[in-house]
């Protein structure tokens, strides 16, 4: 049964001007009213109500830092929230992004172990999807090489073949649908659309308003920490591009 | 507790991947390689071995040496992890970021890294010891078993504090290093604590808890005899605060971790 539930969450960073306190400057504040490097409140998330049921696919669309990789994370439990409650039932994987957990000097296979572990897998697991792994890469004889002298494009096949061969009950996506070279693209595609098939719940987050229309039936459209609208996917995006393009007119 | 020891068991396979990591990291392109952690506590032994009798002609020379490895071999172990520990979460901070996990496993993964180091340097100590002294009592180098565990939880634990205070405090790490170059002339590694019977700095010594540790750790390999239980006790009893303290940061701490970062 996957299920997510948000009710009222909000989630506010406090952020310094200049980086971390120092000794000093605590002890400065302790003595003195006013500091040199005040915070700054960032309501990244403001009372946010959500219901994602079984069987959702849902896109989330917005401007740039509108909120939507951070309600993921939220969703993920990087994130606790500051204000509500957040309930999540069923294993979550996410697809945040696809490099993290690489080690450079390292061969292809050694870091399909690494990234394997990562995302929670044993080596017996990891031992059975190999195989499968380096055959969607099509890297062939390159996995025997430091990862470091792959290029930019090989990182990517690697990554989005490692992080992809999960079996997923909640998915939750961060804009990784564009990746590779041509061939790839259709191949990725291919995967996302099976992973999708067979996971349970997927909330994702894309700029790619061709992708989602195919791939979600809901949306919800996030504008500066909340939630604008959210209903059928169609909707959200003909609300969200029109809001774009009178915008545009305006500024013209 | 056990719940949450059970969280960090889940993970084995991750955290013990970034330890595997750390180490082929550190001696990455270098000839040697895994040499090196030989290397360093065996040069560290000759150089000694060389330069004490010469300044301490009056001393036992086969005792005090071992004592001073065995000393100089924990006091690198604790101090290598407190001050690593104090980096530990902004050196997994891109896992952070991204991967929900128990807090606990980036302080953990520093505690191993010292622990293989500690315990290549302890052979070293321990073949050096039953050189010198023509002898070697098997049952009581088992007593290490123990103590080991003991000192590995005692800096697991100080690795969490660290950890934790560096990201609320950026100043701990520098705060640290010069502590522990003043707990360095508190703690007897390298003067025996009978050198110093009666004064003040003998009586200041008894209470700090490296002393503990290092008896623990010297009594089977110089004296070749297992510490006493109430050795063991005393070191129980200040490992179990040092995890609490752990603990207890951990609980109110962790969530918040991620926003200071």
């Known amino acids: 049964m996957a299920r997510i539930r948000l009710e009222n969450v909000s ?7 200049q980086g971390r306190i ?3 400057e605590f002890l400065v504040r302790q003595m003195f009213r006013r500091s040199v490097n005040p915070f700054l409140k960032v309501r990244a998330l403001q009372d946010v109500s959500l219901e994602f049921k079984e069987g959702e696919r849902v896109g989330i669309i917005g401007h740039n830092g509108a909120g939507k990789s951070t309600l993921l994370k939220l969703l993920a439990g990087v994130y606790p929230p500051s204000k509500g409650t957040l309930t999540v039932e069923g294993k979550i994987s ?7 957990g690489f080690e450079h000097d390292a061969s292809g296979w050694e870091n399909i172990f690494y990234r394997g572990y990562l995302q929670g897998e044993t080596p017996k697991s990891v031992r059975a999807k190999m195989q499968g792994i380096a055959d969607f890469s099509e890297l062939g004889d390159f996995l025997n090489m430091p990862v470091r002298y792959y290029s930019a494009g090989m990182l990517v096949r690697l990554a989005f073949s490692i992080a992809t061969a999960i079996d997923p009950e909640i998915l939750l996506v961060d804009e990784v649908l564009g990746a590779g070279d041509m061939a790839f693209q259709a191949k990725a595609r291919q995967r996302m659309c099976e992973m999708m098939s067979k996971a349970r719940l997927i909330v994702m987050v894309s700029h790619d308003m061709d992708a989602l229309e195919k791939l979600c039936e809901s949306g919800i459209w996030m ?3 909340q939630v604008r609208r959210q209903g059928p996917i169609h909707e959200v995006i003909a609300a969200y591009t029109n809001s774009v393009q009178a915008g545009q007119n305006r500024a013209a | 507790m056990g719940k949450y020891l059970q969280t960090v068991w889940q993970c084995r396979y991750f955290w013990l991947s970034l330890v595997r990591m750390d180490l082929r990291t550190r001696y990455r392109r270098s000839i040697l390689g895994m040499g090196w952690s030989l290397l360093h506590p065996i040069s560290m032994t000759a150089i000694i071995c060389i330069v004490f009798p010469r300044f301490f002609k009056s001393v036992n020379i086969h005792e005090y040496i071992p004592f001073v ?3 100089l071999a924990c006091w690198n172990y604790i101090t290598f992890v407190a001050l ?5 979460f902004y050196q997994g ?4 970021r991204q991967f929900p996990a128990p807090m606990a496993i980036f302080p953990l993964r520093t505690a191993l890294g010292g622990t293989i180091h500690f315990l290549i340097a302890l052979c070293v100590v321990v073949v050096v010891a039953s050189f010198l002294k023509q002898s070697i009592n098997i049952l009581a180098l088992a007593s290490l078993i123990p103590s080991i565990l003991l000192l590995f939880v005692f800096v697991w634990s100080l690795a969490v504090i660290a950890g934790f205070s560096n990201v609320f405090f950026n100043d701990t790490q520098h705060l640290t290093e010069i502590g522990f170059q003043i707990l360095f002339y508190a703690t007897p590694i390298i003067y025996g604590v009978e050198m110093l019977a009666g004064s003040r700095l003998g009586r200041v010594i008894q209470f700090n808890p490296i002393y503990v540790f290092l008896k623990l750790i010297r009594e089977p390999i110089i004296h070749q005899q297992a510490p006493t239980a109430a050795t063991f006790a005393w070191a129980a009893g200040t490992v179990l605060l040092f995890a609490a303290l752990a603990g207890f940061i951990l609980a109110k701490l962790q969530r918040k971790l991620i926003f200071k970062l």
Do not use: N, P, W
């Open chain 1, 94 to 100: 996410s697809l945040f992004e696809l490099a993290l």
């Open chain 1, 11 to 17: 989630l506010t960073f406090k952020v310094r001007q």
């Open chain 1, 22 to 24: 120092t000794l000093k």
């Open chain 2, 69 to 71: 490895l065995a000393g």
């Open chain 2, 84 to 88: 690593q520990g104090c980096q530990c």
């Open chain 1, 223 to 225: 504008d500066h920490g």
């Open chain 2, 93 to 96: 901070e891109m896992y952070i």
